[in-house]
């Protein structure tokens, strides 16, 4: 299971989508940080969407 870091709070989060995109930013922030590939970064980005 991949770790997705923490959401945005309720009254930040206007919908479900917006939530999701606020999420993955912080998350990819944070795989930044610890150097990760690109490639890996592809397979969690299709396991969120599809």
Excluded: C, K
Excluded at 30 to 42: C, K, P, T, V, Y
């Amino acid at each position: 299971m991949v770790e997705r870091g923490p959401r945005p709070p309720p009254e930040e989060a206007a919908s479900e989508t917006d939530d999701v995109a606020s999420g993955s930013i912080g998350y990819f922030r944070g795989q930044n940080d610890m150097r990760i590939s690109g490639l890996r970064a592809h397979e969690v980005m299709e396991d969120w969407f599809y």
